[in-house]
T-cell receptor, first 114, second 113 residues
Framework: DSGVTQTPKHLITATGQRVTLRCSPR?????VYWYQQSLDQGLQFLIQ???????AKGNILERFSAQQFPDLHSELNLSSLELGDSALYFC?????????????FGQGTRLTVV | QKEVEQDPGPLSVPEGAIVSLNCTYS??????FMWYRQYSRKGPELLMY????GNKEDGRFTAQVDKSSKYISLFIRDSQPSDSATYLC?????????????FGKGTKLSVIP
């Protein structure tokens, strides 16, 4: 167990809908990262938050947004869902702002858009 | 050309074999090189990391980095059925860019008893 908790584990929703994925980082970790894993693209970095502030953005669509709350948990909001958004969404956390040696991944949320 | 290339396999070996997994990359700024193991329906788990060039050994696992060739390898000795998983290489620069990892697509390994 990595100590990073993601809910829900599975989500099935229709096109056009909006969903929220939740992540609780390891105790004491200030950074949260969101990644998308699809069969054709592999793991892609979406966004990073550090102690409540957005730190970096990767290949995140405008329909997607995230935030990190004062208790350090994070939510990833996906709206106007399309079939192509079906993927595994992973959250990772680290104590500082680097993923180089110390980041731990959660078990992921499997999103299916039908 | 993708920044990180990894042969997706699948790779099937008998128990006890030596496994060699490889990645090539194009970004000279990469300084940290990691190998993750991902079991089916689980999150990636960090196996090993190496900074810059050289070798690193941890039990049955050895990671090698050749920055001159932009080539990294993971060797698994005495492979076990429990090693059956997808292995992902990942890389990042040091300093300001270290917030994100660039992953290979992963190699699926099956170790047959």
């Amino acid at each position: 167990d990595s100590g990073v908790t993601q809910t829900p584990k599975h989500l099935i929703t229709a096109t056009g809908q909006r969903v929220t994925l939740r992540c609780s980082p390891r105790s004491g970790d200030l950074s949260v990262y969101w990644y998308q894993q699809s069969l054709d693209q592999g793991l892609q970095f979406l966004i990073q938050y550090y102690n409540g502030e957005e730190r970096a953005k990767g290949n995140i669509l405008e329909r997607f947004s995230a935030q990190q709350f004062p208790d350090l948990h994070s939510e990833l909001n996906l709206s106007s869902l399309e079939l192509g958004d079906s993927a595994l969404y992973f959250c990772a956390s680290s104590a500082r702002g680097s993923m180089n040696t110390e980041a731990f991944f959660g078990q992921g949320t499997r999103l299916t858009v039908v | 050309q993708k920044e990180v290339e990894q042969d997706p396999g699948p790779l099937s070996v008998p128990e006890g074999a030596i496994v060699s997994l490889n990645c090539t990359y194009s970004n000279s700024a990469f300084q940290y090189f990691m190998w993750y193991r991902q079991y089916s329906r689980k999150g990636p788990e960090l196996l090993m990391y190496t900074y810059s060039s050289g070798n690193k050994e941890d039990g049955r696992f050895t990671a090698q980095v050749d920055k001159s060739s932009k080539y990294i390898s993971l060797f698994i000795r005495d492979s076990q059925p429990s090693d059956s998983a997808t292995y992902l290489c990942a890389m990042s620069p040091s300093g300001a860019g270290s917030y994100q990892l660039t992953f290979g697509k992963g190699t699926k390994l099956s170790v047959i008893p």
